[in-house]
């Protein structure tokens, strides 16, 4: 672990195992933390706070811009933990490594830019003037699926706003986070204002963060039950809390649109991280006349997928993160064949070829899923692809909006009204119109409903680690 600006073990001493999920062999241990380690992580991160703060937007710029110099030299290295780590194709995993440098660039600019506002009084004699200052210690929790991307785009607004931070990643990928941390460490970031936790139980953890009164925020990616969970705890002492939860996006295409073109984004994105993303989409929507054609170019794309290590040339097809997640994916997959859906393609765990040994599932595509099946609400996160037709505008747009998530949202069209109203009208965070990659560092990501709260990203990202102060003069 990483506290205090040293590299030390767990107060008890005690270490857990990091395994690569297409081999499950073991690649490294990592120190196993409770709350005694949380709390001297908290407490370095506040003693850092104040002259942390107290530097000039210049001075913390430099140190982020130096953290994004850093990645970018050691590119290909991190993204080699990663694939082992996390097991996603190694150009994927270069890719994440580029995104997740990009919030340090973008934020090292972005800490300049935290204005204020003088604003016009009722009264002669009085002024008003609104400063924004960082809202204090933060602590993040992390996910999994994109192990080091969601380390910077938590850390990066919240050092540039002048916060500090500790931070627990996910218990699967404990190395990634080590590597960025160490990265961390290079840039000469000053003692405390980072501390790493990392911890096979995250619920101790979770626990000392949520009751600890010097944590002024908490800001957490994963899954909407433990999101809920965090919610409820910081209530209790209106913590700030920033959450990014689960998703069910719909992905639709209008009779309009070119099926072949939809459906090469659509296998893009269903499959991105074998289904392991937030943004993934959980109903596929296709207008009923053109739904033949979009079939058969996204099951021709979905048959040349293989499967297998991130290391080897042609692999698209990561593991799942673990057993859960296979037996995740073979409920939803057998009750929606139960529930009369076709089965187009895939729907089996793959073994050959000693894909056994890790956590793979066949890319699958399913037809003529319904509301009654379970993956039409819940998230499946895997590689499964369910497909659904549609008569009307309407219709679709009622049985898009129709899920207590509102993550992210795709529609494919060439009618320009049609994408307007379509962007207006779905409840939905994140709209991608004719488009499946709407994220960047700059670009506000969150969502809506039970999806979210806050943004990540963007001039919105830094906003949530700021406080707004307002001071009101009178003047004689
Ligand atoms: P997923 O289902 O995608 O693994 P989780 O919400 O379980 O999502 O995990 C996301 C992050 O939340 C991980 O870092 C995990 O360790 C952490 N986490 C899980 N349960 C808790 C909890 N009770 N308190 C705090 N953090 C938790």
């Not at 009751?211 to 002492?237: C, E, N, R, W």
């Not at 929507?285 to 048959?303: M, Q, Y």
């Not at 994408?419 to 004719?434: C, D, K, S, Y």
Request: charge should be neutral; hydrophobic fraction near 40%; glycine fraction near 10%.
């Amino acid at each position: 672990m990483y506290i205090n600006g040293g590299w030390v073990n767990a107060v008890s001493g005690e270490t857990f195992s990091a395994y690569n999920p297409s081999n499950g062999e073991k690649i490294g241990d990592a120190a196993d933390g409770n709350q005694d380690d949380a709390r001297q992580a908290i407490e370095a991160a506040h003693r850092a706070f104040g002259p942390w703060s107290g530097l000039t937007a210049y001075q913390r710029s430099d140190y982020l811009d130096m953290a994004y110099q850093l990645m970018m030299e050691q590119k290909e290295h991190l993204a080699r933990v990663m694939t082992e780590e996390q097991g996603k194709p190694l150009k994927a995993a270069m890719g994440e490594v580029q995104y997740g440098a990009d919030f340090l660039r973008w934020y090292a600019e972005e800490a300049k830019r935290v204005y204020g506002e003088t604003i016009p009084a009722p009264r002669s004699d009085q002024r008003f003037i609104v400063i924004r200052q960082p809202v204090g210690m933060v602590a993040a929790i992390t996910p999994w699926n994109y192990p080091m991307s969601m380390i910077t785009r938590k850390v990066a607004p919240a050092l540039a706003a002048g916060c500090t931070v500790v931070l627990k990643p996910a218990e699967a990928t404990p190395l990634c986070a080590v590597e960025m941390f160490k990265i961390f460490e290079k840039a000469q970031i000053p003692a405390g204002v980072v501390n790493l936790v990392t911890a096979l139980n995250p619920t101790p953890i979770g626990e000392t963060f949520i009751t600890h009164p010097l944590v002024s925020k908490i800001t957490f990616t994963g899954s909407t039950d433990v999101g809920k969970l965090l919610a409820q705890k910081a209530a209790k002492q209106i913590k700030r809390v920033s959450l990014e939860l689960g998703g069910h996006a719909p992905f639709i295409v209008f009779e309009d649109a070119d099926p072949v073109y939809a459906a090469k984004g659509a296998v893009l994105v269903k499959f991105l991280n074998t289904g392991q993303a937030c943004i993934s989409p959980n109903r596929i929507f296709v207008h009923h006349r053109i739904v033949g054609p979009f079939i058969e170019e996204f099951k021709n794309r979905v048959s040349k997928m293989r499967a297998g290590s991130g290391f080897e040339k042609g692999v698209t097809i990561g593991p799942l993160v673990n057993s859960a997640a296979l037996e995740k994916v073979n409920r939803q997959v057998t009750d929606a064949l139960e529930k009369g859906a076709t089965l187009i393609c895939g729907g089996k765990r793959l073994v050959d070829n000693h894909l056994d040994k890790g956590f793979f599932y066949a890319p699958t595509v399913l037809s003529d899923v319904t509301p009654e099946m379970l993956i039409y609400r819940e998230e499946t996160f895997g590689p499964v692809a369910p497909i659904i037709t549609f008569d009307t505008e309407e219709s679709v747009l009622s049985m898009a909006n129709d899920t207590h998530y509102g993550l992210a949202s795709y529609v494919y069209t060439r009618n320009l009204s049609c994408a307007m109203r379509m962007f207006e009208n779905l409840r939905f965070g994140i709209v991608g119109i004719n488009d499946i990659n709407p994220t960047a560092a700059a670009a506000p990501f969150g969502g809506m409903k039970e999806s979210g709260l806050g943004r990540e990203g963007g001039k919105e990202g830094i906003a949530e680690y700021l406080e707004t102060k307002l001071g009101g003069f009178s003047i004689q």
